[in-house]
């Protein structure tokens, strides 16, 4: 069992709507990341949360925007949804504060597609 | 910023056979380097990792090489088994405690055949 879980697990939406996705990881990962992993591609990082506060950003527009909440759950908000958003979403977590021994658990994703 | 080439991009072995996948990195800023599993449906499972100061690191079957001065790094698989059939990514980040903005390479699909 991963310890981190992503809702939904599929998603259609049309461009130009807004969408939200959830990560609920284990307790204690206070350290969110999110990524992108398009089709036959490698995951992209798209940002990091660390106790509530943004902890690093990659190379994605401002429309991609996140939460971290105090029960270690997290989401991923992505506004005017363009047809390249469509991809399989990841957030991984991992405790921080603790010595680095397992690295990041990852959820096994939200496979959104944009038409 | 970082650049992380993965090569092959599909391997095909035979059962009981080894299988090398080969990583190369543009920063030399780097120093930490994981190998993820994924499996269909699922999310990327870290298998092994290593960081700059140790040049070769095993596991059972599995072992991954570094070479920093080259800025390459390979994950080695032996005796391979059916079960071993996945996406393998291997990734780079500054340290273990930066693993969470990882670059990661386009993945490998390994299939092995029984």
Known sequence: ?115 | GENVEQHPSTLSVQEGDSAVIKCTYSDSASNYFPWYKQELGKGPQLIIDIRSNVGEKKDQRIAVTLNKTAKHFSLHITETQPEDSAVYFCAASPTPTNAGKSTFGDGTTLTVKP
């Open chain 1, 1 to 115: 069992e991963t310890g981190v879980t992503q809702s939904p697990t599929h998603l259609i939406k049309t461009r130009g709507q807004q969408v939200t996705l959830r990560c609920s990881s284990q307790s204690g990962h206070n350290t969110v990341s999110w990524y992108q992993q398009a089709l036959g591609q490698g995951p992209q990082f798209i940002f990091q949360y660390y106790r509530e506060e943004e902890n690093g950003r990659g190379n994605f527009p401002p429309r991609f925007s996140g939460l971290q909440f105090p029960n270690y759950s997290s989401e991923l908000n992505v506004n005017a949804l363009e047809l390249d958003d469509s991809a399989l979403y990841l957030c991984a977590s991992r405790a921080r504060d603790r010595e680095f021994t397992h690295g990041y658990t990852f959820g096994s994703g939200t496979r959104l597609t944009v038409v």
